[in-house]
């Protein structure tokens, strides 16, 4: 097995490692860069625990090989709050009793922030097919969708008053 | 295991064809990481082709359509352009996994995994896409309906690669749809699915191509569905004739996604529902 | 109201407000641990060889070329696990379980380990062991396993409940009979008849986090182990057990925990990864891979039941018998058993009769998932009294409320029901906007009710209060579901201190006493119960230590608002104490001040619960979309009623998972075809409405709170109401769970042939 | 007192469902089972669950069982 030596950036810090070429980038957080805040559920894409931006994009980290990843911007959950402020996200998830178990939370929070991102106003519905492809096996989604609709309006009022 | 990411197509073709072991084209990655996963392949070596800037475009104009292969699906619903001149093809691309699996998996690599379910498949097809392909010895362009053999089956030589699909340009009043029937709104595979492609004057089908996907071992063109639409304006018995011509033109297999009798029965349903819609969008009313 | 309230005016300052719970921090960060996010010093990797095939005999193992394999440290087969179990049954299925015993009895069998370096060398291993097998027929069919004809799984299994006992072997493990009156003559009085008979599929607890552990065990017999567990003083006997090791001596660590609902109650390869821990004297990780939890853990039992209910024409039942039909998987289970006595339990019924039969089958073994067997009894149950209703052509719920059990009823499995919520959440189902709204076209309303038992259980809490007045409370139920913000909120209202002054900790085994599983919605309940005679136990000492410090007799000290006053005229001019200001001079008044419990906590309570959903069918396609769901369930009291709440729409969803899509499918190969999330559909984000919920509080008499379990019971009614629902949309009455497209669309076609 | 028996455990008192049995606690009174039906001790170690007057007690053998109190002996359940 051929070892790649890669350079990115990891919540906006340099790290460089090295990694056999078809380990999956999942693989590459969680055991050589110790962010274990993503999780791995399936492994194949089919459950987002694992999601992560790459250079922006959302992207399941167990369909990215650590390899790849040579150059690019990596985003997870571990990088959600800036100097000791929560996320609006996070805050709404918690105030709003959106997790119970929490394993599914971390990729809902990385996914949930890309949609508002994209969409600082998205309806119920679309709020419910943007987070499709995370499972959660514990709450039905209802305060999840709740979470994210409050997260919403507090960062659409902050906006407006930073203005 | 070795990894190449080749800046150009040539030292792409040069390294899938120097390889004397087993070799795999990366694009999205989202069935062949799969498939390494579960232990399915065993790659010698994998060739990234992200990094050559020419298959990351996607140039869109009514004059014609390019893919690039390492095109994000999610690109294609971000074009308005695209959106509104091949709305079918576009809904096919992004009814492909999650938003998560749109961040990554790529039309091309849709075509090449050459799945009987594949999304974009059926939608190509309809929308008479041609392959771009590229290897040692040159360029050649294809018909997509030539790409896949059966399952996990390509027409590709193992130093070829497709480097991007090629949409025709779009005259008069035209439009496409895709759907397909899934037992879960979203993270699912096509249990069946029509993409349907119409041309109109003044409300009357002018030319349409009807397939289906997901009922046979690749996606099916059926010329007489599109016979039973061309000359009518989607009347109900048109329509009739169009599903009996789905029915009869499907030769699926009982699985854990669905059986024989449903995926021929709901064929038909998909072809009506998707033409209606190919026919709404395309100016016609009923 | 004809219901107790004794329990409901307790003047409450902290229970039942909306508290942020105190791990939510360490979750939405990313900090918090799980089974797999630990790791130690010189950890291997460890990695499980599994039979491909649903039945054979394992004639050769081969491990020698995967032992030379430079990387690999240990590798195990059923060798390595001599049989500790001293004819113990259960233990010896347990163990066989976790790793096969010259058979492989289902596809997804363990027959060896392996314990290397890193995860390609352990790969690299288990394909060099090379195991021979010899097919044996298999069976994975409930029905098709009890017919004379069928493969025996087990030779030594003689059906148990039959008198007299039977000589020959069979896959019926157990017939099991409840019930009372003569339901003969009952069907005799009744005006009409409905009988019916279902089937449900197999389904998967489905929690997202696979099951992990990390495993230390020296040659000395002691060790650790760190792992996803509901129950780590379970997992440690049941380890210690097999394993022959002094319970003392392995020290069990429950993780933060990612799901569980029943299917982390039982060990799987946790003895494993002790042992390959054990042969290469170093630590193990082992971690399942998500087609390992599907094909070799969890599920649930699929079943065949058959339901006759007869009725007078006022409505009131005379007579119901219900056959269940459960497979167990390969190991005997008792799961038909808790069918046959759940089935009927929402009724009052003078001549009633339910018979369960646990079948073994070439499948996983069959663990607990949430109020285990209740939802295929009540789906059958509860589509035949539907039907019963429309065919006497009385309201659906009108003919539940006419026959519910109440205060007094004796139970279909025996006992005589204490104060019930059965009828309350009838009662507020039919007064429900829900069930005012219009039905369209393709549409259907379904309602339905549910039991569970619930169960308390052995608990063991410590409360210790620091000198600046803060308190740790520790206990030993795994917190699945936010127990820890419950539990805080319970120690708070007893010391009269704020919520944030309480943090909550889950001990390991080696710093409490045992405690039960967190299993049968027993956490808040049980380890309430213990938090709130800990904290009982706390304010004696504290109000010993006001004494003291006033000098005057403790009788004078009373405990109020969380400072202890002096009572008596004479002690007029003594200020109260606040707990702050006796835990700052607790190192001098005797030194630290603490509360502790021990109790087997009785008395869960029964609980029930009552659904309605509205659906809609696409009668092309057989694609039902949930429109609108409502739950009502009694709480005895909600302690937090936000993760109330999230009890109930969680477990709702499993049901409508189940109802309409979840199953295994098996092969005529006897292998499982959708081993993962893409074809094993749990319900997504866009496949649902908000799922309303309406709590009652019918308080428990046997807990100081009036505290009933609130975990399982939601996912009792949806299967049942959904098949009401969809049935009443498309006019044919669907018996077959999951009613996934392909069969609706069936039952219609067949219903209009 | 009389004790009603359940599922299985009829069978261990040789079929009957109901059966004549002593004692003022749980714990004494399931040793009269056993001394009578010495098969209930293989279900006893399994674990049984006695309901009294309705409410369920799994362990605790110290619970005062009252005169004339309903008594009924279950298998003990599990829970998920």
Same mark, same amino acid.
């Given at each position: 097995m051929n070892g790649v030596t890669v350079s990115a950036k990891v919540n906006g810090d340099a790290v460089q490692y090295v990694c056999p070429a078809d380990e999956s980038l999942l693989d590459v957080l969680r055991n050589r860069l110790n962010l274990t805040g993503v999780k791995e559920g399936c492994g194949t894409g089919?459950?987002?625990?694992?999601?992560?931006?790459?250079?922006?994009?959302?992207?399941?980290?167990?369909?990215?090989?650590?390899?790849?990843?040579?150059?690019?911007?990596?985003?997870?959950?571990?990088?959600?709050?800036?100097?000791?402020?929560?996320?609006?996200?996070?805050?709404?998830?918690?105030e709003k009793a959106a997790l119970q178990c929490g394993i599914c939370t971390p990729g809902f929070l990385v996914a949930a922030k890309s949609l508002l991102e994209r969409n600082p106003n998205p309806s119920e519905e679309e709020i419910r097919y943007a987070l499709a492809g995370n499972l959660c096996r514990c709450t039905g989604y209802d305060k999840i969708v709740?979470?994210?609709?409050?997260?919403?309006?507090?960062?659409?009022r902050g906006k407006k008053s930073a203005r | 295991m070795r990894f190449e990411s080749p800046t150009t197509t040539k030292a792409a073709a040069t390294l899938l064809g120097s390889e004397s072991g087993v070799a795999h084209v990366l694009a999205g990655g989202t069935d062949l990481l799969?498939?390494?996963?579960?232990?399915?392949?065993?790659?010698?070596?994998?060739?990234?082709?992200?990094?050559i800037e020419s298959l990351r475009t996607l140039k869109v104009a009514a004059a014609g359509v390019q893919i690039g292969a390492a095109v994000p699906a999610v690109r294609l619903g971000e074009s308005d352009k695209l959106r509104s001149l091949w709305p079918g093809v576009v809904e096919a691309a992004n009814l492909i996994g999650s938003d998560q699996i749109q961040g990554r998996c790529t039309v091309v690599g849709n075509l090449c995994n050459a799945s009987p379910a594949?999304?974009?498949?059926?939608?190509?097809?309809?929308?008479?896409?041609?392959?771009?392909?590229?290897?040692?010895?040159?360029?050649?362009?294809?018909?997509?309906?030539?790409?896949?053999?059966?399952?996990?089956?390509?027409?590709?030589?193992?130093?070829?690669?497709?480097?991007?699909?090629?949409?025709?340009?779009?005259?008069?009043?035209?439009?496409?749809?895709?759907?397909?029937?899934?037992?879960?709104?979203?993270?699912?595979?096509?249990?069946?699915?029509?993409?349907?492609?119409?041309?109109?004057?003044?409300?009357v089908v002018q030319s349409a191509k009807v397939v289906l996907g997901a009922v046979a071992p690749t996606a099916v063109i059926v010329p007489a569905a599109a016979k039973a639409l061309i000359g009518t304006k989607l009347d109900d018995a048109a329509l009739d004739k169009m599903v009996a011509a789905c029915r009869a033109a499907c030769n699926p297999i009982d699985d854990k996604r669905g059986t024989i009798e449903y995926r021929t029965k709901v064929a038909g349903v998909m072809a009506r529902r998707a033409a209606l819609s190919a026919y709404e969008r395309a100016g016609g009313s009923k | 109201m004809p219901y107790e309230t004794d329990f409901t005016n307790q003047g409450f300052t902290k229970v039942g407000t909306r508290v942020n719970r105190p791990d939510g921090v360490d979750k939405v960060t990313g900090r918090a641990k799980y089974g797999a996010d630990a790791n130690a010093a010189g950890q291997l990797v460890g990695r499980v060889l599994r039979s491909p095939h649903a039945h054979a005999l394992i004639t050769k193992i081969d491990t020698s070329k995967a032992e030379k394999l430079p990387g690999v440290k240990a590798v195990l087969t059923s060798k390595d696990f001599p049989d500790l179990t001293g004819g113990n049954r259960g233990l010896m299925?347990?163990?066989?379980?976790?790793?096969?015993?010259?058979? %492989?009895?289902?596809?997804?069998?363990?027959?060896? %380990?392996?314990?290397?370096?890193?995860?390609?060398?352990?790969?690299?291993?288990?394909?060099?062991?090379?195991?021979t097998y010899k097919l044996l027929p298999h069976v994975t069919d409930v029905d098709e396993a009890m017919k004379p004809s069928a493969p025996i799984i087990h030779d030594w299994v003689r059906t148990a409940g039959v008198t007299p006992a039977p000589t020959a072997a069979s896959n019926v493990a157990q017939r099991s009979e409840f019930g009372h009156g003569d339901v003969e003559a009952g069907f005799e009085q009744a005006d009409v008849i409905i009988e019916k008979s279902f089937k449900t599929e197999q389904t998967h607890q489905g929690y997202i986090e696979p099951h992990a552990c990390l495993a230390t065990l020296g040659p000395d017999g002691s060790g650790e182990l760190w792992v996803t567990t509901q129950g780590h003083f379970t997992f440690r006997n049941v380890c210690a057990s097999l394993l022959g090791l002094d319970v003392a001596k392995l020290?069990?660590?429950?993780?933060?925990?990612?799901?569980?609902?029943?299917?982390?109650?039982?060990?799987?390869?946790?003895?494993?990864?002790?042992?390959?821990?054990?042969?290469?004297?170093?630590?193990?990780?082992?971690?399942?891979?998500?087609?390992?939890?599907?094909?070799?853990?969890?599920?649930?039992?699929?079943?065949?039941?058959?339901?006759?209910?007869?009725?007078?024409?006022?409505?009131?039942?005379?007579?119901?018998? %219900?056959?269940?039909?459960?497979?167990?998987?390969?190991?005997?289970?008792?799961w038909a058993m808790f069918g046959a006595m759940t089935s009927f339990a929402c009724y009052d019924l003078k001549n009633v009769k339910s018979v369960g039969f646990d079948v073994l089958v070439n499948r996983p073994k069959v663990a607990a998932y949430r109020a285990p067997s209740a939802p295929m009894a009540a789906f059958a149950v509860e589509s035949v009294v539907d039907m019963l209703a429309a065919e006497l052509g009385m309201d659906a719920v009108d003919f539940r409320i006419k026959n519910a059990a109440k205060k007094g009823t004796k139970a279909s499995y025996g006992p005589v029901y204490g104060p019930i919520g059965i009828g309350p959440t009838l009662d507020a189902v039919k007064n429900h906007p829900h069930m005012k709204r219009k039905l369209g076209k393709n549409q259907g309303r379904g309602v339905a009710c549910g039991f569970w038992f619930n169960f308390g259980g052995q608990t063991c809490t410590d409360l210790n209060i620091g000198v600046d007045g803060s308190v740790n409370l520790t206990v030993g139920t795994v917190d699945v579901g936010g127990s820890r913000a419950s539990l805080a909120l319970i120690a708070a209202e007893e010391l009269g201190i704020d919520y944030d002054q309480v943090r909550v900790t889950i001990g390991d085994t080696n710093s409490l006493g045992h405690n039960d599983t967190t299993e049968g919605s027993r956490g808040t309940f049980s380890s309430g119960m213990a938090t709130i005679f800990a904290a009982r136990n706390a304010v004696e000492v504290l109000r010993q230590r006001a004494a003291a410090t006033w000098d005057i007799p403790v009788e004078q000290v009373v405990w109020e608002a969380g400072e202890a006053r002096a009572k008596g005229k004479q002690n007029n001019n003594l200020p109260p104490l606040s707990l702050k200001e006796i835990a700052a001079k607790s190192p001098r008044t005797g030194g630290p001040i603490a509360g502790h419990n021990e109790v087997v906590a009785d008395g869960a309570g029964v609980s029930f619960a009552s659904h309605m959903c509205d659906v809609e069918v696409d009668p092309e396609t057989g694609a039902t979309k949930i429109l609108r769901y409502?739950?009502?369930?009694?709480?005895?009291?909600?302690?937090?009623?936000?993760?109330?709440?999230?009890?109930?729409?969680?477990?709702?969803?499993?049901?409508?998972?189940?109802?309409?899509?979840?199953?295994?499918?098996?092969?005529?190969?006897?292998?499982?075809?959708?081993?993962?999330?893409?074809?094993?559909?749990?319900?997504?984000?866009?496949?649902?409405?908000?799922?309303?919920?309406?709590?009652?509080?019918?308080?428990?008499?046997?807990?100081?709170?009036?505290?009933?379990?609130?975990?399982?019971?939601?996912?009792?009614?949806?299967?049942?109401?959904?098949?009401? %629902?969809?049935?009443n949309a498309v006019g044919v009455r669907m018996t077959h769970v999951p009613m996934s497209p392909p069969r609706i669309l069936k039952a219609i076609e067949d219903g209009q042939a | 007192m009389e004790v009603q028996l359940s599922g299985i455990l009829s069978q261990a008192a040789d079929g009957a469902r109901l059966v004549e049995c002593t004692g003022a606690t749980i714990g004494e009174l399931l040793q009269s089972l056993v001394l009578r039906y010495p098969e209930m001790q293989k279900h006893l170690d399994e674990g049984v669950a006695v309901a009294v007057n309705g409410e369920i007690y799994r362990d605790r053998q110290d619970q005062p069982i009252p005169t004339n109190a309903d008594v009924f002996l279950l298998p003990r359940i599990q829970g998920g």
């Open positions: 089919d459950c987002g625990a694992c999601s992560i931006t790459l250079d922006g994009r959302l992207v399941c980290a167990c369909l990215v090989l650590g390899a790849e990843a040579e150059g690019r911007e990596i985003g997870t959950v571990e990088g959600l709050s800036e100097g000791g402020q929560l996320h609006p996200l996070q805050e709404a998830f918690i709740r979470a994210v609709q409050s997260a919403a309006k507090m960062m659409r | 799969v498939r390494m996963k579960m232990g399915a392949i065993e790659p010698d070596l994998i060739v990234d082709i992200k990094r594949a999304d974009s498949v059926p939608a190509l097809i309809a929308a008479g896409a041609k392959a771009l392909i590229v290897g040692p010895k040159g360029k050649r362009r294809v018909a997509v309906e030539k790409v896949v053999l059966g399952p996990g089956r390509t027409s590709l030589a193992r130093d070829e690669f497709i480097e991007a699909v090629v949409l025709p340009a779009r005259t008069g009043k035209s439009a496409d749809a895709y759907l397909r029937f899934t037992p879960r709104t979203e993270m699912d595979i096509a249990v069946v699915s029509a993409a349907v492609n119409l041309t109109l004057s003044r409300g | 299925d347990i163990l066989e379980n976790c790793m096969a015993r010259g058979r %492989a009895l289902y596809d997804g069998h363990a027959v060896a %380990a392996v314990a290397a370096i890193d995860a390609d060398t352990a790969d690299k291993a288990l394909k060099l062991i090379k195991v020290k069990v660590t429950s993780s933060e925990i990612g799901g569980g609902f029943g299917g982390k109650t039982h060990v799987w390869t946790e003895p494993v990864a002790l042992q390959l821990s054990r042969k290469a004297n170093r630590p193990v990780k082992l971690v399942m891979s998500r087609d390992e939890v599907f094909r070799a853990t969890g599920p649930t039992s699929s079943t065949s039941v058959d339901v006759k209910i007869g009725a007078k024409r006022n409505g009131k039942i005379t007579a119901a018998t %219900a056959e269940l039909r459960y497979q167990s998987g390969a190991f005997p289970g008792m409502t739950v009502v369930q009694d709480a005895g009291k909600a302690i937090h009623p936000d993760y109330v709440e999230g009890q109930f729409q969680g477990g709702a969803v499993q049901g409508i998972g189940w109802a309409l899509n979840e199953e295994y499918i098996y092969g005529d190969d006897g292998r499982l075809q959708n081993a993962g999330f893409l074809d094993y559909r749990i319900p997504v984000c866009s496949d649902l409405p908000f799922i309303d919920t309406q709590i009652l509080e019918i308080p428990n008499p046997n807990h100081p709170y009036g505290v009933r379990g609130v975990g399982e019971t939601s996912i009792v009614p949806p299967l049942a109401a959904i098949g009401n %629902a969809v049935s | -």
